[in-house]
């Protein structure tokens, strides 16, 4: 049974460009919620998608912007990439009904910004 | 503002030993207190987790001790391995989950 899957696991852009990081929910989870985790300190909430749709939202500004497909596999997606986007990202779902507890975390995409 | 501020930032402790690690939060609204383990490389997973009307939970030897009145809890590991050498995370669920800045325990063999 496979866990929370996201790729790419490295990635490195420049300033100004848009990236796109894709999770695949562990089987039987519907819901995903995107963190973002600098370095030597815990995640940070970025937004939540269920149903197809944004759920609740942390304090990044619009340029994160996400999607989820109906099978529930999602992606974030960051314009004008800045320095301070350099971070490990990390996709984490959950099953139906228990979308506050985000049981189960994916490795994370390692982003960095020259 | 940091939502839920962990403390100390680095821990180094002896094989068999008990490790503990601590939390304060202010906002009484939060209702769900997990902990994660971290290993370099991996997403953070699931340790333990409780509600507040619950002063403590136990599983194996990871004990949260949980004081609402104190609006703080703490995670212990008793008799701790080598192979407990990670980051750990607390949380508070509140509107979204708010995480701690981490604590990085040794266990000395």
């Known amino acids: 049974d496979a866990g929370v899957t996201q790729s790419p696991t490295h990635l490195i852009k420049t300033r100004g460009q848009q990236v796109t990081l894709r999770c695949s929910p562990k089987?039987?989870?519907?819901?995903v919620s995107w963190y973002q985790q600098a370095l030597g300190q815990g995640p940070q909430f970025i937004f939540q998608?269920?149903?197809?749709?944004?759920?609740q939202r942390g304090n990044f500004p619009d340029r994160f912007s996400g999607h989820q497909y109906p099978n529930y596999s999602s992606e974030l997606n960051v314009n004008a990439l800045l320095l301070g986007d350099s971070a490990l990202y990390l996709c984490?779902?959950?099953?139906?009904?228990?979308?506050?507890?985000?049981?189960?975390f994916g490795d994370g995409t390692r982003l960095s910004i020259l | 503002q940091q939502q839920v501020k962990q403390s100390p930032q680095s821990l180094i402790v002896q094989k068999g030993g008990i490790s503990i690690i601590n939390c304060a939060y202010e906002?009484?609204?939060?209702?769900?207190f997990p902990w994660y383990q971290q290993f370099p490389g991996k997403g953070p997973a699931l340790l333990i987790a409780?509600?507040?009307?619950?002063s403590e939970k136990k599983e194996g030897r990871f004990t949260i001790s949980f004081n609402k009145s104190a609006k703080q809890f703490s995670l212990h590991i008793m008799d701790s391995q080598p192979g407990d050498s990670a980051t750990y995370f607390c949380?508070?669920?509140?509107?979204?989950?708010?995480f701690g800045t981490g604590t990085s325990l040794t266990v000395i063999p």
């Open positions: 984490a779902s959950s099953p139906r009904g228990q979308g506050w507890q985000p049981q189960h």
């Open positions: 089987s039987g989870h519907d819901t």
């Open positions: 998608y269920y149903e197809e749709e944004e759920r």
């Open positions: 906002n009484t609204a939060f209702d769900y």
């Open positions: 409780i509600r507040p009307d619950v």
């Open positions: 949380a508070a669920r509140g509107n979204q989950f708010y």
